[in-house]
């Protein structure tokens, strides 16, 4: 309980940000696709040097699905309900 009473006592002009001790990364001005995109596409955005060339981190995320289809006969047997219309 003590440890803390002091840090409190303090106050916040004790606690500085340690700005500037290490090296500046550089950054890059690069173009990239979305791969979930098929209209080629091409959008830029700032990545770090050490980065250039990696796939673009958000791919993981595309995802694509089957849309379940159905004849007209498999509608009128398990889908028809009175209190749902359909989209046509």
């Known amino acids: 309980m003590e440890t803390v009473l002091l840090l409190a006592d303090q106050g916040y002009k004790q ?23 098929r209209d080629g596409l091409v959008l830029h955005h ?8 990696k796939d673009y981190p958000f791919a993981k995320f595309n995802k ?4 379940p289809a159905y004849t007209e006969p498999e509608y009128q047997h398990h889908l ?7 989209w046509v």
Not at 64 to 67: F, Y
């Open 15 to 37: 606690l500085r940000a340690k700005l500037g001790m290490r090296r500046v990364r550089p950054w890059k001005w690069v173009a990239f696709s979305n791969p979930a995109r």
């Open 46 to 53: 700032w990545r770090r040097q050490a980065d250039e060339g």
């Open 64 to 67: 694509s699905i089957e849309v």
């Open 80 to 86: 028809v309900s009175a209190g749902w219309s359909r």
